[in-house]
């Protein structure tokens, strides 16, 4: 099998995919494995193995030097354009075995480059993977659709979310699934809210020709935390596999009902000039590449209702951020207080489920006895590390794609559902309803009515 990876010498390969395809190797999962590389670079194989190798120094160095270079010695490279069917059928023809054709490119060529591909003779078996953003738009993707099912079954596509791979989110199954605790209580009549919130302190780091023309919104809170949310709401599947988990979430997204207040259900706003871990950062719209007239929002925050029996009534908020003073990135989901509160003093806290990202960490914070005063109420919290997983998920999302499988592929449905979700955002946006806050780099991010909150 070889991974034909379009864009193969962009920030994407060498950061996160050759990585991944590194671990797999250590893993004993990359044996008859060869990546060829295809770019607009005039470089010959050698020029490629010297730039990778210095990309999995520097991304990949938990990984041991003799099993890099064991995949170092299986790359290649193709001078060629993308979009052009002849350069790809050239690209193609010196793939042996089934291609997985990787669309590792900014989401502004895809379709582009998948109706190149209608021009190509494509080996029998061949996957095409394509990367998030899935579109610009609704439009975009139903276009997108329609390409990738002229050239290949859907069971052979395979949409791009790196964060299904992640070690808490799979984890969200098993505690949900895997134990009759939890699904009982995981209902509008016991939960309160959910929040899903990806906060980091980094901040532009050099992608600003991808970013600002993306956004927080389009960036994170379309695909990524979308994808989150419907593995939170969604009725529990019959099976864990592609199949089964699909349908399940695509019917939570049909639910969704956008914003019903755009001005009081959502939130933009963009960093100014302050301290990030001892970092100085300048101002987003000073940072090279930026056109401060786009008005891109490096924050970006929503919150949706679901509209099915379960959920009824429930409000998922969702947001994300970048310079901001914290990394908070968690699943958190408050349950209702207690019908009735025999403890006299006080207002105890309701319980919250936590699912924390980096580390991989779950909380389940109750309340106790206090131990200075058994006749009154302590807050404690049930705390379980997760192991470190021995594939990133990048490296899992490769192996899927290599055996077959699509658990964790994003189907053709939730990718349009999910730009129905926030196109009503966006216009609303773009159409001034919503200001465009401002927080300085290192704080808390923006509040209602303007400011920030303090670090």
């Known amino acids: 099998m070889t991974f034909v990876v379009l864009g193969g010498t962009g920030d994407l390969t060498g950061r996160l995919l050759l990585p991944g395809l590194a671990e797999l190797f250590g893993d004993g999962g990359g044996d008859g494995v060869d990546l060829l590389a295809v770019s607009q670079q005039d470089w010959s194989d050698d020029d490629y193995r010297d730039w990778a190798r210095a990309r999995l120094a520097e991304h990949a160095g938990h990984v041991p030097e003799e099993t890099r270079e064991r995949l170092v010695a299986r790359l290649a490279h193709h001078q060629g354009d993308v979009t052009t069917p002849a350069d790809l059928t050239e690209a193609l023809g010196r793939v042996d075995g089934r291609p997985v054709v990787y669309l590792a490119l900014p989401n502004t060529v895809f379709l582009a480059t998948l109706e190149a591909l209608t021009g190509v003779d494509l080996p029998e078996g061949t996957t095409i993977a394509v990367e998030k953003p899935f579109g610009r738009d609704e439009a975009d993707a139903r276009a997108l659709n329609a390409v990738l099912h002229r050239l290949v079954p859907e069971q052979r596509t395979f949409r791009v979310d790196h964060f299904l791979a992640m070690q808490t989110v799979l984890s969200l199954l098993g505690l949900r699934f895997g134990n009759r605790l939890f699904e009982p209580i995981w209902n509008a009549q016991h939960v309160d ?81 302050g301290t990030v871990e001892g970092r100085e950062l300048p101002d987003y719209v000073t940072e090279d590449g930026v056109d401060p007239a786009r008005e891109t929002e490096t924050y970006a925050e929503y919150t949706v209702t679901i509209d099915n029996w379960r959920w009824a009534g429930v409000p998922f908020r969702l947001r994300t951020g970048k310079a901001l003073g914290s990394s908070r990135q968690e699943i958190a989901i408050w349950f209702k207080p207690v019908p009735h509160l025999a403890f006299g003093r006080g207002t105890p ?31 404690r919290a049930l705390d379980i590390e997760l192991p470190p ?5 990048y490296g899992l999302l490769l192996k899927e794609m290599l055996t077959g499988e699509r658990t964790l592929s994003i189907s053709d449905v939730e990718a349009e559902e999910s730009w129905r979700i926030v196109e009503p955002i966006l216009a609303a946006w773009a159409a001034g309803e919503v200001p465009l806050q401002e927080y300085p780099a290192g704080s808390a991010g923006p509040v209602p009515g303007g400011g920030a909150v303090a670090p």
């Open 193 to 273: 809210r959910v929040e899903i919130v990806f906060d980091e302190p980094l901040a532009l780091e050099g992608r600003a020709q991808y970013y600002d023309t993306a956004g927080a919104l389009r960036d994170m809170l379309q695909n990524h935390l979308l994808q989150q949310l419907a593995l939170i709401a969604m009725e529990p599947p019959h099976a864990i596999d592609g199949a089964s988990l699909s349908a399940r979430k695509a019917d939570v997204l049909r639910a969704v009902r956008p914003p019903a207040d755009m001005a009081r259900d959502t939130v933009r706003a963009r960093y100014t000039a």
């Open 349 to 379: 806290e309701p319980d919250v489920l936590r699912m924390s990202f980096d580390p991989d960490h779950i909380s389940l914070e109750i309340n106790l006895n206090d131990a200075d005063d058994p006749f009154e109420l302590d807050r």
């Open 389 to 393: 997983a021995p594939l990133s998920a």
